[in-house]
Structures are given as structure tokens and as C-alpha cells.
């Protein structure tokens, strides 16, 4: 049985040499890629939808009240005044189109291997589902560096620069927001003590993942990125002005996370659900396409590092909630799942 999150990979290899497509040349969707219709495909409307994902300010006082609030009824909020430099984010796009737009063949030199985590390839969930999803992605785990001397040999500096900065921004931030959360349980640095002193992140773990979506023929038959929930603790998310993430709500309807411009969207993933025993939900989430836009989004994954053990907070099981999941590492949820 495969432990590690690499070993899981390795046996189920996304494969992207052979059969690969290269997306932003095809006139119709090829049959590999046909989904059954989308529903609730985002229509304008979707700006006037009686219910939207919460907007917090972080500068509110009473912002940890409403971003508790949000991970109970939502478990997706979406943060302004969240001290992240526009500049940032604009240099980040900036920097993912510039990888997403070079030629394929170019990508392809830093295709990540079959049992690795960084490198450009297909959405790591695509080898559970039976179609392919109409996207490409570039994942980070530590240093990019290496990764981006494949694609330009000679120019790769400022990308590494700029990645390097958004993810120190992003532990930052993603810090802030779990202490947040936590504070607002009661829970104390002693009682989180795998997740180091509030003030320093050196013992959590992350990785960004760029997703692009390019233009899409028939985006209603195609899928972005098919429903799934995050195996993190936190996900931290940019999206570029072009609509395509959408949240599952009870009832099964898909709702639209409109894009704002300077705003990032934070969900709960399904660690974080475990350590509150249910309390906060982690939500399953999908990214449709667009016909004529090249959407973008950055995810940053937060998490606790993969041999802890993960398990409901004391605090959170009185006798009315007894724990509701078995304690387990990352890794280990991540082969179950
Ligand atoms: O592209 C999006 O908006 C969603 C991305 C996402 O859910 C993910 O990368 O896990
Ligand atoms: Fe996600």
C-alpha cells in the first residue's frame, strides 16, 4: 500500500506525453474531453443570485466572527484589505500567462515525472475521473527553480522572484486566517503545538498549483476542473476576472464565486474539517471554462506538515460530539481519499 503522497501518484501516473492535446489549437472538443452538459453554467444573472459567497474585510473588528461564520455555512468566504500588494497579484498573472502562453513543446520540457509533485501537467485529481478536464496546470512544492530553468533556460529569474514573494505573502496570510479561525474556538498555541508559535509557519506546509483554463470551443460540454474538495487545511485563491469556480450548495446547485477585482477566495479543505470535528465544512468546488477568455487562478495549499496526525481538537468534542473522524496524517487521508 503507498504511504507517501509521492507513492500515491506514482500509482496513479497522470501521463501527459502520450495523447496529449494541446488545447488552444483544437476547433471542436475532442470526444476524450466530452462531459456530460454543465449545469448551472454561469450566466450573468449569476451577479444578481440571492445568495453569494461572503465578501469579509479584514480590517472589519468583527471579521473573525464573519470569517467563523462563513467556514460553518459556506466554508468558501472571499477576503479584501487582506495585505496582499496588488502589484503581487498583478505580477503573478502576469507571470502565469507568460508560462501558460509559451508553446506546448516548451511546457512539456518541464512536465512534472509521473511520481512528482512539481512541474507542468494535467490536474492531479484527472486520473479518477473517466474524461480529461479542459486545463493545464504548474505545480510548486518548494523551490521553482528548477522547473523554471526547463522552460527558459536563460530569462527564468524573475518568475522564481515573483513566486518566491506570492508564497511568502500566502503563508503569511493563510497564517493569519487558521490563527483567526483557531482563536476564535479557544484554541491555544499549546494545544496546535505540530503547528509551531502563531508568529512563525516554518512548520506548516504548502504548495501553489497555477491552473489555466484555455478557451474552449463548447464549454458546456467541457469541464475546467471537475468537483472535488482540497486536502488541505486552508486553500487560498486568486482568480482572474474571467467568472469559472463555482461552490456546491445544499440542494445541488452550483453558485458562481464572481471574480473581484483584488480579492482573494479562501476555502476550508478537509483537514481543517477533521481538526473542528464537522464544525467547519470543507465544500465541494469545480472550475467551468469560458468560450473566448483564458482564465487563470493560483491555489495555495496550507496544510500541516504530512506525518502529523490530525485529529479533532479536545476542545471541540464534548459529550454531544464525539469525534467524528479517526486521527490521520495527510498522506494517509490522501490514499483513502
Ligand atoms: O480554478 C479555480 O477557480 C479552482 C481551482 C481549485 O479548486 C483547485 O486548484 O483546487
Ligand atoms: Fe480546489
Redesign the pocket.
Known amino acids: 500500500m503507498p504511504v507517501k503522497l509521492s507513492e500515491v501518484f506514482k500509482t496513479h501516473p497522470v501521463c501527459l506525453h502520450h495523447d496529449f492535446i494541446d488545447l488552444y489549437s483544437v476547433k471542436e472538443v475532442p470526444d476524450s474531453y466530452k462531459w456530460p452538459q454543465v449545469v448551472d453554467y454561469p450566466s450573468d444573472q449569476d451577479l444578481y443570485d440571492v445568495e453569494s459567497v461572503p465578501i469579509i474585510d479584514l480590517m472589519d473588528p468583527s471579521a473573525a466572527n464573519l470569517v467563523v461564520h462563513a467556514c460553518q455555512t459556506w466554508g468558501f468566504f472571499q477576503v479584501t484589505n487582506h495585505g496582499i500588494p496588488i502589484h503581487l497579484l498583478e505580477d503573478m498573472e502576469f507571470e502565469g500567462r507568460h508560462l501558460f502562453q509559451l508553446p506546448a513543446q516548451q511546457k512539456l520540457k518541464a512536465a512534472r515525472p509521473p511520481n512528482g509533485m512539481s512541474g507542468y501537467g494535467r ?1 492531479h485529481i484527472s486520473c479518477f475521473f473517466p474524461k480529461l478536464m479542459w486545463s493545464e ?1 504548474f505545480t510548486i512544492v518548494g523551490s521553482p527553480i528548477e522547473q523554471a530553468r526547463q522552460l527558459w533556460p536563460l530569462g527564468y529569474k524573475t518568475f522564481c522572484e515573483v513566486v518566491e514573494e506570492y508564497k511568502k505573502e500566502m503563508k503569511e496570510l493563510s497564517t493569519r486566517l487558521i490563527w483567526i479561525i483557531l482563536g476564535s474556538l479557544g484554541i491555544t498555541e499549546d494545544e496546535m503545538s505540530w503547528a509551531g508559535p502563531k508568529s512563525k509557519s516554518e512548520c506548516l506546509c504548502a504548495a501553489l ?1 497555477l ?1 489555466s ?1 484555455p478557451p474552449c470551443p463548447d464549454p458546456r460540454i467541457a469541464m ?2 471537475a468537483p ?1 474538495t ?1 486536502t488541505s487545511l486552508l ?1 487560498v ?1 486568486y ?1 482572474t476576472s474571467t467568472s ?2 463555482q461552490v456546491l450548495r445544499e440542494g445541488g446547485r452550483w453558485v458562481t ?1 464572481p471574480p473581484k477585482s483584488g480579492t482573494l ?1 479562501v476555502n476550508v479543505g478537509d483537514l481543517l474539517q477533521i481538526l473542528s470535528n464537522g464544525r467547519f465544512r470543507s465544500v465541494f ?3 467551468v471554462v469560458h468560450q473566448t477568455h483564458h ?1 487563470l ?1 493560483f ?1 495555495y ?1 496550507f496544510g500541516p506538515p504530512s506525518h502529523v496526525q490530525i485529529s479533532a481538537l479536545s476542545k471541540l468534542k464534548d459529550q454531544k460530539r464525539t469525534p467524528l473522524y479517526h486521527p490521520v496524517t495527510s498522506d494517509e487521508f490522501l490514499r483513502v481519499k
Open positions: 490536474a496546470g498549483h491552473n483554463y475546467g476542473l472535488h482540497d486553500t485563491l482568480q469559472g469556480l464565486v477566495v468546488h469545480r472550475a482564465r487562478s491555489a495549499f
